[in-house]
């Protein structure tokens, strides 16, 4: 439902949702509030480990999984790995298990990580953020100045095109997610690093959001790569 604001000067339509989709949404957002307030069923926790953080994106799932709610779960582990290498990193990430006591039912190398993800999902993450870039290269240099100084916070070219790879990789991630996790009942996924003043506020959240998007309830952790695994974990 649209209500259209007239004034003097101009004409502003506003989206207004409707009664039963406001409903809606007030249910799903209680529902999702008092989700892992309850048992949780037979399932997996799927632990996306990319980066040695120090092992607290391990240790976290492995936590949950002594406690009472959430002891029917098992723990599924996706590592990034080369091709050539595969049987090899799960043997290691195997052992690194082992070593800590932490009980894992399953071990998966994700091999095709830096593989270009889809038109599909390239364009649908392209739409979401057209709405929050400067587009300040098809200006002169003093009004992209002014728009930079104006809006700090949102997605300059230049950013686009430092952090490309970075961007595709969150996008690509969410496919793989897609493909193996979707029925999990927890995701726990490292969470990609923004650095203050090179990263904008809008492009870090667009990876969060392009990260996490369709997917079940997921945790985002990053370790500051001091260990917290020890032999008595």
Request: charged fraction near 30%.
């Amino acid at each position: 439902m649209k209500t259209q604001v007239f004034g003097h000067l101009n004409t502003i339509s506003l989206d207004v949702p409707r009664t039963s989709d406001l409903a809606k949404m007030n249910q799903r957002l209680v529902d999702a509030s008092s989700q892992f307030k309850k048992k949780q069923g037979k399932g997996t926790i799927d632990v996306w480990w990319l980066f040695d953080d120090g092992g607290l994106t391990l240790l976290l799932p492995h936590i949950l999984t002594t406690r009472k709610k959430w002891k029917d779960c098992k723990l599924r582990i996706f590592i990034a790995g080369q091709p050539e290498r595969i049987q090899q990193d799960k043997d290691e990430m195997q052992l690194l298990m082992k070593k800590f006591r932490i009980k894992c039912d399953d071990i998966q190398v994700i091999s095709d990580l830096n593989v270009r993800p889809s038109v599909e999902s390239w364009k649908l993450f392209q739409d979401m953020i057209e709405p929050f870039r400067l587009h300040e290269g098809s200006k002169d240099t003093t009004q992209a100045e002014a728009l930079r100084k104006e809006h700090p916070w949102k997605i300059t070219d230049h950013e686009l095109v430092t952090f490309e790879e970075k961007t595709i990789r969150q996008v690509r991630l969410n496919e793989l997610l897609q493909e193996s996790s979707r029925a999990a009942k927890l995701v726990v996924v490292s969470m990609p690093i923004g650095r203050k003043g090179s990263v904008s506020d809008y492009l870090y959240m667009a990876w969060l959001d392009s990260l996490t998007k369709n997917l079940p309830p997921t945790l985002l952790i990053r370790g500051n790569h001091q260990s917290v695994l020890t032999y008595y974990s």
